[in-house]
């Protein structure tokens, strides 16, 4: 899956995912096994802005200390307005699920920290998302759904999830809009690859019920597959790509046959056979049914 994300108004070509990565593989470097909240957090938050999403003006894009009033003046520690966005940010040694002690006597988690500012907050500035932050890890909160359990983005994943925090910088439906024309582009490809598969089986000129479900199935699989590498499931990005291509043309059918029941043996119950070749036994069990025998033909 790619991802292109941008806020910049100059014109200029967006990021491309490689870019991305890149750049959040440099902001992991800088950031891991550091970060003091009272003299660090505008670098922290500048950098990610400007490095990873490319905001070309982050030190009027993002507000530090914003001046709120409760029953005593307090700070926001960040505030993006552009996308509604209220950041509480801590120390990497604050455990951000764990509640403190506050000046007032109350015992509040960071989350409940941040929550205060809601009442004292003009409408247009209500939030649509909290995020708690130490450095290390995000904690996003969807304020549509302020009671479910947040999101978790860890630094150290950044480089292959940079995407998730994509909501930092997004306006209106401008990325969403991304995401539906490469879904679109995706599937003309998985059209293609299906007429091609098609062609393979006995029956192509005029296929059974049973030929167009095992072909329905093995596309659903392959995609999944695919997917599955470009997420890291598969322990590295091109884990799929990497077995298939050990196999001339004529031995991928055994390949995928191989492949598929491999995915649907669970290591742990002892399903695998213990003398498994390595590059089918780097493979992970796939659950949830997907990979389970059944009369599924591959051409």
Not at 48 to 61: K, M, S
Not at 71 to 81: K, L
Not at 242 to 247: G, P, R, S, V, W
Not at 266 to 274: F, G, I, L, M, V
Request: hydrophobic share 35%; with cysteine; net charge negative.
């Amino acid at each position: 899956m790619l991802y292109f994300i941008k806020n910049n108004t100059s014109g200029e070509e967006d990021m491309t995912q490689t870019e991305q990565q890149s750049a959040a593989k440099k902001f992991i470097e800088d950031w891991t096994n550091r970060g003091n909240e009272k003299s660090e957090t505008h670098n922290y938050w500048l950098q990610l802005l400007r490095t990873v999403f490319d905001v070309q003006d982050c030190e009027n894009y993002i507000e530090f200390e914003k001046n709120v009033k409760l029953d005593h003046v307090s700070f926001i520690d960040a505030y993006i307005a552009q996308t509604k966005i209220l950041i509480e940010q801590k120390s990497i040694d604050i455990d951000l699920r764990k509640a403190y002690p506050q000046s007032d006597g109350s015992v509040l988690t960071p989350y409940q920290q941040a929550h205060r500012y809601f009442a004292a907050l003009p409408r247009s500035e209500i939030p649509a998302y909290i995020v708690v932050c130490n450095f290390k890890s995000f904690l996003v909160y969807d304020m549509d759904a302020p009671n479910s359990e947040p999101q978790e983005i860890l630094l150290e994943n950044l480089e292959k999830e940079f995407y998730r925090l994509s909501f930092l910088v997004d306006t209106g439906n401008v990325h969403l809009q991304k995401e539906m024309d490469l879904s679109i582009q995706a599937g003309k490809i998985v059209g293609e690859l299906y007429d091609a598969l098609l062609m393979q089986y006995i029956d192509h000129k005029n296929p059974s019920d049973s030929t167009l479900r095992s072909l329905n199935m093995l596309c659903v699989r392959l995609v999944f597959c695919l997917y599955a590498e470009d997420a890291g499931i598969f322990g590295h990005k091109s884990m799929f790509g990497d077995y298939l291509n050990q196999f001339p043309a004529k031995e991928l059918r055994r390949a995928l046959l191989d492949l598929f029941k491999v995915l649907d043996q669970n290591p742990e119950k002892n399903e695998r056979d213990a003398y498994l070749e390595e590059n089918l036994a780097a493979f992970p069990y796939v659950n949830g049914g997907l990979f389970t025998e059944e009369d599924t033909t591959i051409p």
